[in-house]
């Protein structure tokens, strides 16, 4: 399997309410970065963290990342229907490859 | 914020035919740009990394002769899909990474998606 697995595939949540996205990666990094990307449109860096770091805030995000396990989460709070996309986590070698993982779809009903 | 033009978003064309994508970074310079391909609700998959004055490197499966790249400036990569067949019909995104800097982060074009006939 790839590095940069996330769950879940997929998930559905009413506006408003959080939203959790998990990703799992197998090697060692220098950071992890989360990428939003709407539907037929190019990706948007939301936030990164480096490897040093065990969790990071920007607006209504919230990433964590824990090394020992090879974990990172996004959390999205208060949930908007404008939210509504793809989130992709990407991982970053010391060697200067990135990697992303297979996504999670993000539907947020109104 | 750094902006990465691409260019077309959509072309359509006959089968046999070749496309060329275009990918500018506008308000930066971009020592290496990357191209990607995505299938319906599926992640990315990175066709080749694009140095800027020298050949491209090719990932593992990638025909180089069927997807030429080139990357002749600081700010302008481009892909051509040579011999297009309805196969090659797909949404292709581009990212370039920002010289002298050392995080990863990548910022991307809008892609362009590829109707072969």
């Known amino acids: 399997s790839q590095q940069g697995e996330e769950d879940p595939q997929a998930l559905s949540i009413q506006e408003g309410e959080n939203a959790t996205m998990n990703c799992s990666y197998k090697?060692?990094?220098?950071?992890l970065q989360w990428y939003r990307q709407n539907s037929g449109r190019g990706l948007v860096h939301l936030i990164l963290i480096r490897s040093n770091e065990r969790e990071k805030h920007s607006g209504r995000l919230r990433v964590t990342l824990d090394t020992s396990k090879k974990s990172s989460s996004l959390l999205i709070t208060a949930s908007r229907a404008a939210d509504t996309a793809s989130y992709f986590c990407a991982t970053y070698t010391n060697a200067g490859k990135s990697t992303f993982g297979d996504g999670t779809t993000l539907t947020v009903k109104p | 914020g750094a902006v990465v033009s691409q260019h077309p978003s959509r072309v359509i064309c006959k089968s046999g035919t070749s496309v060329k994508i275009e990918c500018r970074s506008l308000d930066f310079q971009a020592t290496t740009m990357f191209w990607y391909r995505q299938f319906p609700k599926q992640s990315l998959m990175l066709m080749a990394t694009?140095?800027?004055?020298?050949?491209?490197?090719?990932e593992q499966g990638v025909e180089k002769d069927k997807f030429l790249i080139n990357h002749a400036s600081l700010t302008l990569s481009t892909l051509t899909v040579t011999s297009a067949h309805p196969e090659d019909s797909s949404f292709y995104i581009c990212?370039?990474?920002?010289?002298?800097?050392?995080?990863?982060?990548?910022?991307f074009g809008e892609g362009s998606r590829l109707t072969v006939l």
């Open positions: 090697t060692s990094i220098n950071n």
């Open positions: 694009s140095n800027e004055g020298s050949k491209a490197t090719y």
């Open positions: 990212s370039a990474r920002r010289a002298n800097t050392n995080t990863g982060e990548l910022f």
